[in-house]
């Protein structure tokens, strides 16, 4: 029997809020994706925590979670299984010096809280364009800062439903990964981040300043995951590829962006076999001109 309608019931009776056929298109930054098969948005950590009991009791599977979907790249043929969204999870408190957030918490409505208190340390981190626990997933970085530089400690959901807290030295940040890259059924629900005390004004002045480049280099206008490749060492990705020319390369509606090469744009109707296409084209080249190899940064779902 199909999983589909027990697990409707079970969510309808605990007030979660679920879908079927979800299309993911309409919930990832690149807008591309077939329909998950199932979804639900628990709105607090217990909602999640009695989901993801069910789930494992009953076997179901498999499941991923996802924030604002803005560094994924869903399969054309969608996700044969539960889609836990937690943009739900939206608490953030702060403590003295230190900002605890959800899960559910954009990277932009954290450093505003931090430039509130007059908080330094996250302005880095403004204009990112995911949520805290996809920052902490993916130690997400900008202009020289990661959030492994502030994070104090990450709290997660195993697959069966209980609570564990990791201190900064336990999660194995580095760059663009962590220790839940290795663990896909765990769940981050919420993160600390100890901050120093600054100037609000000369806070908001870098958040502001920081924002302005990311709209003059980056190809905004477009949807994206952001920067399509990590950058290899000893070199630029972006730079690599606009050494071999590439700039402008296109498979369908997926093109590598004018503005920043590092980028691969949706320009309207791209799928998400169109941009898989272009990405391996650009490692190709890229290998083959210059001899380095490009690792995409962006995460595949149902792949």
Request: include cysteine.
């Amino acid at each position: 029997m199909s999983f589909l309608e027990p697990l409707t019931l079970f969510c309808q009776q605990h007030e979660i809020s679920c879908r079927k056929d979800t299309p993911m298109r309409d919930y990832t930054t690149f807008r591309v994706g077939g329909k998950a098969r199932f979804s639900a948005l628990p709105s607090s950590v217990e909602e999640l925590k009695v989901l993801l009991q069910y789930l494992h009791e009953h076997e179901i599977a498999p499941v991923w979670f996802v924030g604002r979907g803005s560094n994924l790249l869903v399969s054309d043929n969608g996700l044969d299984g539960v889609v836990v969204f937690t943009w739900g999870l939206s608490g953030l408190e702060t403590v003295g010096n230190t900002i605890i957030a959800d899960a559910g918490v954009g990277m932009n409505s954290l450093c505003r809280a931090a430039e509130a208190e007059s908080l330094t340390g996250l302005e880095f981190a403004f204009g990112i364009p995911g949520t805290v626990g996809g920052g902490v997933y993916m130690n997400a970085g900008a202009y020289g800062g990661e959030l492994r530089d502030v994070i104090l400690w990450a709290e997660y959901l195993d697959a069966e439903g209980n609570l564990h807290r990791l201190e900064r030295d336990e999660l194995a940040l580095s760059y663009r990964q962590s220790v839940f890259s290795a663990h896909p059924d765990w769940c981050i629900v919420r993160a600390a981040f100890g901050l120093k005390k600054g100037n609000r004004e000369a806070i908001g002045e870098r958040m502001v300043e920081l924002l302005g480049k990311r709209r003059e280099k980056q190809p905004l206008e477009y949807p994206s995951a952001g920067s399509t490749f990590k950058r290899p060492e000893g070199a630029f990705a972006g730079a690599l590829i606009e050494q071999c020319g590439l700039k402008g390369a296109r498979v369908g509606d997926a093109c590598v962006s004018e503005k920043h090469a590092g980028f691969i744009v949706n320009l309207g109707k791209a799928t998400c076999a169109d941009i898989e296409a272009l990405i391996a084209q650009v490692q190709q080249t890229v290998k083959r001109e210059t001899g380095f190899t490009l690792e995409p940064e962006v995460r595949k779902l149902g792949m």
